[in-house]
């Protein structure tokens, strides 16, 4: 099992994995669409674009930001930590952590009706707040899957995908401070330095941040094999 999923891995890397559009530059296939959706296959459109895998691209998604959320909560800033939307059933378990965004949270002035809507339509991977000499300072985390070589296209996106959220907040508490954490992992389990960095300042530090790290590498793995099944 071992040897086919590193086999798996690399056949990615190397842009070789047997996709319609691999076997078709080879004349082995008559088409280069993907056999599931229609749509042109590919290496990253097998393991993360393909709508009908959407169900386990999901779950691999849930599963990384569950050993996020759970170094977090382990973690120097752990008191922080308000709500997370990832894993809801294992997180749940571990930290007993809200999946929606509490109302206390959000700026006094701000309306019910508008924190309600937040509630049930903004819905981040994860919410720190805390509160220094009258000033609150609210942190959001999105995690994201992207291409190992190339993950500006998903960070870009990944920081678009909160505006709404976070100007309502600052209209309403303008001395607050709203920040947005984008968390990049590579499909088939590169960790990049920014990534690292960022999981530090998140508080998670000494053992547990290489333990996490290693953890997220060997999940993707896992995950390029699963999906690919």
């Given at each position: 099992?071992?040897?086919?999923?590193?086999?798996?891995?690399?056949?990615?890397?190397?842009?070789?994995?047997?996709?319609?559009?691999?076997?078709?530059?080879?004349?082995?296939?008559?088409?280069?669409?993907?056999?599931?959706?229609?749509?042109?296959?590919?290496?990253?459109?097998?393991?993360?674009?393909?709508?009908?895998?959407?169900?386990?691209?999901?779950?691999?998604?849930?599963?990384?930001?569950?050993?996020?959320?759970?170094?977090?909560?382990?973690?120097?800033?752990?008191?922080?930590?308000?709500?997370?939307?990832?894993?809801?059933?294992?997180?749940?378990?571990?930290?007993?952590?809200?999946?929606?965004?509490?109302?206390?949270?959000?700026?006094?002035?701000?309306?019910?009706?508008?924190?309600?809507?937040?509630?049930?339509?903004?819905?981040?991977?994860?919410?720190?707040?805390?509160?220094?000499?009258?000033?609150?300072?609210?942190?959001?985390?999105?995690?994201?899957?992207?291409?190992?070589?190339?993950?500006?296209?998903?960070?870009?996106?990944?920081?678009?995908?909160?505006?709404?959220?976070?100007?309502?907040?600052?209209?309403?508490?303008?001395?607050?401070?709203?920040?947005?954490?984008?968390?990049?992992?590579?499909?088939?389990?590169?960790?990049?330095?920014?990534?690292?960095?960022?999981?530090?300042?998140?508080?998670?530090?000494?053992?547990?941040?290489?333990?996490?790290?290693?953890?997220?590498?060997?999940?993707?793995?896992?995950?390029?094999?699963?999906i690919w099944n």
């Open positions: 099992a071992q040897h086919r999923r590193r086999k798996l891995v690399l056949q990615y890397r190397w842009g070789l994995l047997p996709t319609n559009k691999v076997l078709h530059r080879y004349k082995l296939s008559s088409t280069d669409s993907c056999p599931l959706c229609g749509q042109q296959d590919g290496g990253h459109h097998a393991l993360s674009a393909c709508p009908s895998l959407s169900g386990a691209v999901t779950k691999r998604h849930n599963d990384a930001g569950s050993l996020i959320v759970q170094a977090i909560h382990e973690g120097d800033r752990a008191a922080e930590l308000v709500m997370s939307d990832v894993g809801l059933s294992r997180r749940c378990a571990i930290m007993k952590r809200k999946g929606r965004i509490p109302l206390a949270a959000l700026p006094k002035d701000m309306p019910n009706g508008m924190k309600c809507r937040i509630r049930s339509h903004c819905k981040p991977d994860a919410m720190l707040v805390r509160t220094e000499r009258s000033i609150k300072r609210y942190e959001l985390l999105e995690i994201k899957y992207c291409r190992d070589t190339d993950p500006t296209q998903q960070e870009t996106r990944a920081e678009r995908q909160h505006d709404r959220l976070m100007k309502a907040i600052q209209i309403f508490d303008p001395k607050a401070e709203v920040k947005l954490t984008t968390i990049m992992l590579g499909v088939s389990g590169c960790i990049y330095k920014k990534t690292e960095e960022k999981l530090k300042e998140l508080g998670v530090g000494g053992p547990a941040l290489p333990r996490l790290l290693k953890r997220l590498h060997h999940l993707a793995c896992r995950h390029v094999e699963e």
